[in-house]
Antibody
Framework: QVQLQESGPGLVRPSETLSLTCTVSGGSISSYYWSWIRQPPGKGLEWIGYMHHSGSFSYNPSLRGRVTIAVATSKNQVSLIVNSVTAADTAVYYCASQTSAAGSTDDWGQGTLVTVSS | DIQMTQSPSSLSASVGDRVTLTCRAS??????LNWYQQKPGKAPNLLVY???SLQSGVPSRFSGSGSGTDFTLTISSLQPEDFATYYC?????????FGPGTKVDFK
């Protein structure tokens, strides 16, 4: 079981870039697939995408190419970038881990609320 | 994308009740179906993976079944700590998709 902690700005202006970091502890970052999942206030869960340190990745097409997930093995960190944000990107963002590409999401961070507003 | 539906959207139950939640996929997903429990203000917690495998540490009153397109999560005897929202997720293909959730609250 790994421990995950998200961090980053809680407020982002419309049209700007959302950038979050997930710090991983208790396990090797090379052993997992790293996902980001978000949840708008009062709504359900939306899968954003995953990345593996080998370079294997997949993103949700619904985000229209605005997303980049990166793994920094030396820092034990996973990052999320979402470009050109709108109010629709306001959500709690979760970092999470899987042991395989099609496996369950076993461990989750506590989540961080990002609000998009001017 | 594979669409996931859950029924009911909410249900009211009492401690000790047997509760069955249903999840349906819009197309075949084998047993690539996971169940999560989420309490207010908390991250989801994995209960069942691969349709019927209980995650380590999850009480045995939880069980999952199904394959193909139709799945169920059963709580054999509802406990006070089980009042929460339950989500199913397909991991058969990307984009991974979640159901809208079933909220279980006090009758």
């Amino acid at each position: 079981q790994v421990q995950l902690q998200e961090s980053g700005p809680g407020l982002v202006r419309p049209s700007e870039t959302l950038s979050l970091t997930c710090t991983v502890s208790g396990g090797s970052i090379s052993s997992y697939y790293w996902s980001w999942i978000r949840q708008p206030p009062g709504k359900g869960l939306e899968w954003i995408g995953y990345m593996h340190h080998s370079g294997s990745f997949s993103y949700n097409p619904s985000l229209r190419g605005r997303v980049t997930i990166a793994v920094a093995t030396s820092k034990n960190q996973v990052s999320l970038i979402v470009n050109s944000v709108t109010a629709a990107d306001t959500a709690v963002y979760y970092c999470a881990s899987q042991t395989s590409a099609a496996g369950s999401t076993d461990d989750w961070g506590q989540g961080t609320l990002v609000t998009v507003s001017s | 994308d594979i669409q996931m539906t859950q029924s009911p959207s909410s249900l009211s139950a009492s401690v000790g009740d047997r509760v069955t939640l249903t999840c349906r996929a819009s197309q075949y997903i084998s047993t690539y179906l996971n169940w999560y429990q989420q309490k207010p203000g908390k991250a989801p917690n994995l209960l069942v993976y691969a349709a019927s495998s209980l995650q380590s540490g999850v009480p045995s009153r939880f069980s999952g079944s199904g394959s193909g397109t139709d799945f169920t999560l059963t709580i054999s005897s509802l406990q006070p700590e089980d009042f929460a929202t339950y989500y199913c997720e397909q991991s058969y293909t990307t984009p991974r998709t979640f159901g809208p959730g079933t909220k279980v609250d006090f009758k």
